[in-house]
Structures are given as structure tokens and as C-alpha cells.
């Protein structure tokens, strides 16, 4: 039986180092209309979300501004830096990047949710 290989344009890959989070070429096309982003996390399934807001979003009162997250985006990669939200996620899922300077993770783009889903069961 044959199997295709079908590019992904959903997937990638989210580095966390100890000052942000970075996000590959493909995370960061995918959130190029994104103003801010809000992170939320699931502790029991080991899953980080970013959600991405447009700005008429981002600039209603439903939000704290300081929790709505800046990202930078550039030609080949984003970058969320917030030193704070590294060491939220640290101590929540019990992350040790300081061996070799980061953590590696798969992520995928879910498209309904406008948001990424970092699975941070398995580092690569």
C-alpha cells in the first residue's frame, strides 16, 4: 500500500529560551495578522495555547492589557518575550531549559481557534 507524504502548513516547531518564546518560520507566517497574543495553559494535558487577537480585539475592555502578550514578527521567525511568562511556564510544567538554553516543542495551528497548541508532553 502506498503512502503520500502531504505537506504540513499547520505544523511547527516553538523554542522556549529563558527571556521568550520563539516560533518557527511557519508559526510565524501563521500568526502574521496577530496584534497581540493571549497564552493560556493546560496543566493535565501539557499543552500551551496562543491565541492570536486582532487589534479590535485586543483593545476591548475585555482584557487585561498586561496579560495580552506583544509578538514580534520577522522574516523568519516570532518572537513573544516576556521573561515572566517563561517562568510561569517553567514552574507549571516543570520545564528545564537551563542545560542546554532552551526547550524545544512541536506546535500545531488550529485554524477554528485561531490559536497555536504547543505540546509540551515531549521535548525534541
Do not use: H
Request: aromatic share 12%.
Amino acid at each position: 500500500m502506498l503512502e503520500y507524504y502531504d505537506y504540513d502548513d499547520l505544523s511547527g516547531i516553538v523554542t522556549i529560551y529563558p527571556n521568550y518564546l520563539l516560533l518557527n518560520k511557519k508559526m510565524a507566517d501563521l500568526c502574521a495578522d496577530a496584534y497581540r497574543i493571549r497564552l493560556a495553559i493546560d496543566v493535565e494535558q501539557k499543552k500551551i495555547y496562543l491565541f492570536k487577537l486582532s487589534k479590535d480585539k485586543a483593545l476591548e475592555d475585555v482584557y487585561n492589557e498586561k496579560s495580552l502578550l506583544k509578538i514580534n514578527i520577522f522574516k523568519t521567525y516570532a518572537r513573544i518575550a516576556s521573561k515572566d511568562v517563561v517562568l510561569f511556564l517553567i514552574n507549571r510544567f516543570n520545564l528545564n531549559i537551563n542545560n542546554v538554553g532552551y526547550s524545544k516543542f512541536r506546535a500545531k495551528y488550529l485554524v477554528d481557534d485561531k490559536a497555536i497548541v504547543i505540546d509540551v508532553k515531549e521535548e525534541l
